[in-house]
């Protein structure tokens, strides 16, 4: 089965898979690759495998890739190798997009998308980590909400991953119209606009900025 967690960058998926490794030493992490330049305490291979532009290009010709996108400025590609694993629990780090495309290949995927519960506490968890991205499309947004299996709300990192194995376990409810709602205030609910922090709310597309 393959479990992919979706989300911005800041709602803690890198947190709960990482727990979810440490206590279940049977599940596998699908190692994706990507040419952004690693993290403070990213390790290659573990967490990503991190390559120049020539070397994905490469593999790309070589078909090694099952799904490549360009998100953020930088390129990322899932193995082929890894997504259809029916006999492990196969853990992803996925944008949106990509997750569905996954389960449309293999439908014993399961689709989790992890948010924080305000906008401001994503943005204050971007700053603790040093994250000067400006911009996130919310196209991942309305992916989620229409192909997304479950929401994980992360206000508390312990409540979260609680909740993460209720999904694996089958006990989590799936996403309802009063998480559908919540998704589609999520941007416009939580920024003012002003001269520093702007956000436009377009009908599917919406662009968030701040400095």
């Not at 709300?153 to 919540?182: P, R, T």
């Not at 002003?194 to 968030?208: D, G, L, R």
């Amino acid at each position: 089965m393959n479990l992919i967690l979706s989300g911005p960058s800041g709602a803690g998926k890198g947190t709960l898979i990482s727990k979810l490794l440490s206590d279940y030493s049977t599940l596998k992490k699908s190692v994706s690759y990507t040419t952004r330049k690693p993290r403070e305490g990213e390790k290659c291979g573990k967490d990503h495998v991190f390559v120049d532009i020539n070397e994905f290009d490469r593999l790309i010709k070589c078909d090694f890739f099952f799904e490549y996108t360009f998100y953020d400025d930088n390129f990322y590609g899932i193995p082929n190798e890894n997504t259809l694993d029916d006999e492990n629990i196969v853990l992803f780090d996925l944008v949106a997009s990509s997750g569905k495309k996954i389960k449309d290949k293999n439908p014993n995927s399961k689709l989790v998308y992890v948010i924080t519960p305000d906008f401001e506490t994503l943005k204050k968890r971007r700053d603790n980590r040093g994250d000067n991205r400006s911009k996130y499309d919310a196209n991942e947004l309305e992916i989620a909400k229409k192909e997304y299996d479950y929401l994980i709300i992360n206000s508390d990192i312990n409540l979260a991953y609680l909740n993460l194995l209720k999904v694996i376990n089958g006990s989590y409810g799936k996403i309802d119209d009063e998480n559908i709602k919540f998704l589609s205030e999520f941007f416009c609910s939580n920024i003012k606009e002003s001269h520093e922090n702007k956000a436009y709310c377009f009908k599917t597309v919406w662009i968030f900025t701040f400095q």
